[in-house]
């Protein structure tokens, strides 16, 4: 038996097939387009271990999609491949709508006319797992309770309408064709290979380079903050036992204002690679607001806690830690996507934002 994962270059996805290969034997296919985001050094651990097979190529693309299906006969399909960067989104929306709307929309399709050439007892065990977020919910006061799985979409953002889009297209694959279907709805995640334009890795990276740590607005945001490898058990939990056409909220309890959460990796930093003179965080600047930007994201996760038995391992002390530890032991995987594109995005999204 084989997994099909697309998307699995990228910070999770990679995550969760260094994972996959450490904790099962089975094979695991992974298609890539290899955008910016996507990395195979993030997979050089796993290679020539024969268990992972690498495909370059668009969930968009029909034939190729096709091919896989027919040659390696998945028995569940993990959906990770999306542009995922919010800001990204508000400069330039239609790749997020190609992948993430037209691109899960045929892998859908292609997922749907294999499984209906599955024989039964195939059918029985295939699986379709779509990978997606708590930004589809939109916007939290602070007095109102965390997200929960019936909580209304309402989403706010470029980035989290075309996921809200793409959930949307599971839920009716399942509802109209029987597709066996499942979606998680994830918080923010935060641990190795995380691309360093979202907070965590660009602070800790513009840290390191003597360059400003950008806070937008009043830093007051809150988000709901999971170690990447609790959201790999998590997602492995809901694959093997979760219920068809039902979504999975999966979060870490651990709400954080923006600010705290910089000042906190400030005080690691300081610990693990003092400065000569002063901390870290004098280089914390506030830098305009993002538009749109969401004030409060927080996950209830007690469905899957209590229908699949899944917590969090990690606390938020350990996980930005050992973060900020594999950061420090792998500048040079920052240091060889820092340069080019890379740079050019900085320079676009901080523009007038007084970043040195
Ligand atoms: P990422 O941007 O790091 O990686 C995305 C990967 O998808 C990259 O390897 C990229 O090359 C690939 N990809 C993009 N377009 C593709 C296409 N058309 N065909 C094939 N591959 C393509 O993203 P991530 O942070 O790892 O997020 C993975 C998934 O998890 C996304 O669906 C995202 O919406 C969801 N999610 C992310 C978070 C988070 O905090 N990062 C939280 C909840 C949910
Ligand atoms: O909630 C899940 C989502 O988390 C995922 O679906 C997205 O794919 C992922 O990118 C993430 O979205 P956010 O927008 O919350 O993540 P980001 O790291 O971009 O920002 C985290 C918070 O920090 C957010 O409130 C914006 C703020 N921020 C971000 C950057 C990059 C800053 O204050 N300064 C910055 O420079």
Known sequence: MTIFVTGGAGFIGSNF????????SEPVVNLDKLTYAGNLQNLSQIEGRGRHIFVKGDICD???????????KPRAIVNFAAESHVDRSIEGPSEF??????????????????????PDVEKERFRFLHISTDEVYGSLSSSEPAFQENN????????????????????????????PTLTTNCSNNYGPYQFPEKLIPLCIH????????????DGQQIRDWLYVTDHCTAIRRVLESGRLGETYNIGGWNEKANLDVVKALCVILDELRPLNTGSYEDQITFVPDRPGHDRRYAIDASKIERDLGWKPVETFESGLRKTAEW??????WTAAITSGEYRQWVETQYRGGHLG
């Open 17 to 24: 097939v260094i994972d996959w290969t450490a904790a099962s």
């Open 62 to 72: 029909n034939e190729l999609l096709a091919c896989i299906l027919q040659e390696y």
């Open 97 to 118: 709508i190609e992948t993430n709307v037209v691109g899960t929309f045929k892998l859908l399709e292609a997922a749907k006319n294999y499984f209906n050439g599955l």
């Open 152 to 179: 209304r979409y309402e989403p706010n953002s470029p980035y989290s309408a075309s996921k809200a889009a793409s959930d949307h297209l599971v839920r009716a694959y399942h509802s109209t064709y029987g597709l």
């Open 206 to 217: 513009n840290a390191l380079s003597g360059k400003k740590l950008p806070i937008y607005g």
């Open 327 to 332: 950061y420090l032991a792998n500048m040079q």
